[in-house]
């Protein structure tokens, strides 16, 4: 059974440009998380898509951070414009279900802003 | 909103030497707990998880965590460790009513020498 893909693994950027990761959960799989993981911190949830419907996003910078999950299968999580403090491994995660269900984390994108 | 420390940012250890992670949580509610491991160059993998029954749960290569509400945490153990288990170890938390939204610790990076 293939992982949760991501790419791309590596991105450098300046400030005030835009940037945009993709993700592609494990076949089947009703839920899809995208984490923030900045330096010596564990990862922060972003947003929780449950098929094409957000579940939560409370923790996703609404002005300069979107991201949709066209068809409920592939995701993609922007940023725009990028700031210094965005810079962190973008973390890409899905579930069969919700909740408990255990989340299958791809390999992540590190980004990095100067 | 529930919260998870870890008291260790480091822990080196030899082979074969017993080990224990610890990890300490926060939460007005009842909660679910995990550990999740990453190995180098890795993603994350859930290793063990906490939803109800036994306080005493264990994973399938040896390690066990146990669930002790008086004392607001959920350390993880292992009696022998090899140099295969190197690799950084997140405690994470739900809150049981509200269980989308997993809050992790900042992670114990685990070095086992030989």
């Known amino acids: 059974e293939a992982g949760v893909a991501q790419s791309p693994r590596y991105k450098i950027i300046e400030k005030r440009q835009s940037v945009a990761f993709w993700c592609n959960p494990i076949s089947g799989h009703a839920t899809l998380y995208w984490y923030q993981q900045i330096l010596g911190q564990g990862p922060k949830l972003l947003i929780q898509?449950?098929?094409?419907?957000?579940?939560?996003d409370s923790q996703l910078p609404k002005d300069r951070f979107s991201a949709e999950r066209l068809k409920g299968v592939d995701s993609t999580l922007k940023i725009q414009p990028a700031k210094l403090e965005d810079s962190a491994v973008y973390l890409c995660?899905?579930?069969?279900?919700?909740?408990?269900?255990?989340?299958?984390f791809g390999p992540g994108t590190r980004l990095t802003v100067l | 909103a529930q919260s998870v420390t870890q008291l260790d940012s480091q822990v080196p250890v030899f082979e074969e030497a017993p080990v224990e992670l610890r990890c300490n949580y926060s939460s007005s509610v009842s909660v679910y707990l995990f550990w999740y491991v990453q190995y180098p160059n890795q993603g994350l993998q859930l290793l063990l998880k906490y939803l109800s029954g036994s306080t005493l749960v264990e994973s399938i290569n040896g390690f066990e965590a146990e669930f002790n509400k008086s004392q607001t945490s959920f350390h993880l153990r292992k009696p022998s460790v090899h140099i295969s288990d190197t690799a950084e170890y997140f405690c994470?938390?739900?809150?049981?009513?509200?269980?989308?939204?997993?809050?992790f610790g900042a992670g114990t990076r685990l070095t086992v020498k030989p």
């Open positions: 994470a938390v739900t809150r049981r009513d509200n269980n989308n939204d997993m809050r």
């Open positions: 898509f449950q098929n094409n419907g957000v579940v939560d």
């Open positions: 995660a899905s579930s069969s279900g919700w909740g408990t269900d255990t989340q299958y």
